[in-house]
């Protein structure tokens, strides 16, 4: 049961929009245990042990490594068809929850299916199905991304966009970038995502987080990106955030992360506040809830409190997201009717 008091409550009441969360850093620490007991997963056996492992602590460095390093530990679980079914399942329930009305989750099909080397194809089919069911269940509408990473083979993520295309008419809404953008370029993937795009797929790409302003231009005009995962480095080049703004570019901001993974230097450098004065598209986004330990109402109560948003500005964010989504036309604009309604917005 919640309580009436805790200020939460206030951010949990907002209905929300959500377009950047990571399945891969979604999973319940009570869950991981589980499968570590189940399978055999050899990790620490404490709860404090394992969450050092697969969770941002307090003394860690912040650091986009320490960050991606959490990764690479989440990665054993994927044990199991089944698992990947509780986990998608629970990430759906974990949004719903917290009063998310529309999650578009992505995952990593390279990711899920390493472990054990099952099939790009039977994860896809997993992920896209257990989605689907828990959409009905939790009564929350979900889309779907495949994420590729920047340090992984181009070989790979074209088997992966292929894959996305046929699963387009079953929810799968688009293709992102992600992973390691300090120290890997996008030019590998350029024709990947091309093709992509020319099967209908819609484009999002992680750029201006770990890299500078020059990743955001490069990821709308040579990925075709028409949203930004994070973009919290755009601003320091007029010229690309006019770029954005002149192609109505929606950014996917994450604070909590941007802060973890050392992209400011500390959270009221945070410039989300001056993406909106400037005018951008902005949605406000978890990244990975649990290994950042935090929710959608945590980061809009961070916005309002920490950064000084104020509340109708948070509610155009979330409106924002709905706009900005990767939805058919029809479904977005009843998501944008219902939300506005909701939100009290016209
Ligand atoms: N994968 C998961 N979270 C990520 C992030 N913040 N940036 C790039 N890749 C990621
Ligand atoms: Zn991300």
């Known amino acids: 049961m919640t309580d009436d008091t805790t200020p939460l409550n206030k951010y949990l009441a907002i209905p929300k929009a959500e ?7 979604s999973l319940r620490l009570s869950t991981m245990l589980d499968i570590a007991r189940k399978h055999g997963v050899t990790v620490p056996v404490s709860m404090m042990n394992l969450s050092g492992l697969v969770q941002v602590q307090d003394k860690d460095p912040l650091t986009f490594t320490n960050f991606l390093e959490k990764f690479k530990t989440l990665r054993l679980f994927y044990k199991s068809p089944d698992v990947i079914h509780r986990v998608t399942r ?3 329930e974990d949004a719903a929850k917290d009063n998310v009305r529309y999650l578009e989750l992505r995952f990593t099909p390279v ?3 390493r472990a054990e080397g099952f099939p790009l194809h039977d994860v896809m089919d997993w992920v896209v199905a257990s989605a689907g069911e828990a959409a009905k269940e939790f009564n929350i509408k979900v889309g779907l991304i495949a994420s590729v990473n920047r340090h992984e083979s181009p070989e790979l993520a074209e088997q992966v966009a292929w ?22 370029k996008t030019q590998p993937f350029h024709e990947v995502f091309k093709e992509a795009k ?7 790409i992680h750029a201006g ?8 231009r490069d990821a709308i005009e040579n990925l075709g990106a028409e949203r930004i995962g994070h973009g919290a480095r755009a601003l320091e080049d007029e010229t690309v955030a006019a770029l954005a703004k002149e192609r109505g570019v929606a950014f996917e901001v ?14 009221e450098e945070h410039p989300l506040s001056k993406m909106i004065e400037k005018g951008l598209k902005v949605t406000i986004n978890t990244d990975d809830p649990s290994v950042s330990r935090i929710t959608l109402s ?16 948070l509610k155009k964010c979330a409106l924002t997201a709905a706009e900005a989504s990767f939805l058919p036309d029809g479904e977005k604009a009843e998501l944008v009717g219902m939300l506005k309604r909701e939100l009290n917005l016209q």
């Open 209 to 216: 987080e770990w890299g500078p302003a020059e990743n955001v």
């Open 19 to 25: 377009l950047h969360r990571h399945l891969e850093g």
């Open 254 to 267: 994450c604070v909590t992360s941007n802060v973890q993974s050392g992209v400011v230097r500390a959270l």
């Open 90 to 92: 629970e990430a759906v």
């Open 298 to 313: 945590n980061e809009f109560q961070l916005a309002r409190e920490k950064l000084n948003i104020p509340m109708d500005v």
């Open 111 to 113: 990711a899920l299916s």
């Open 198 to 204: 020319e099967s209908g797929l819609r484009i999002t």
């Open 163 to 184: 894959l996305a295309a046929e699963h387009r008419t079953r929810g799968l809404l688009g293709l992102d970038l992600a992973g390691n953008e300090a120290e890997f």
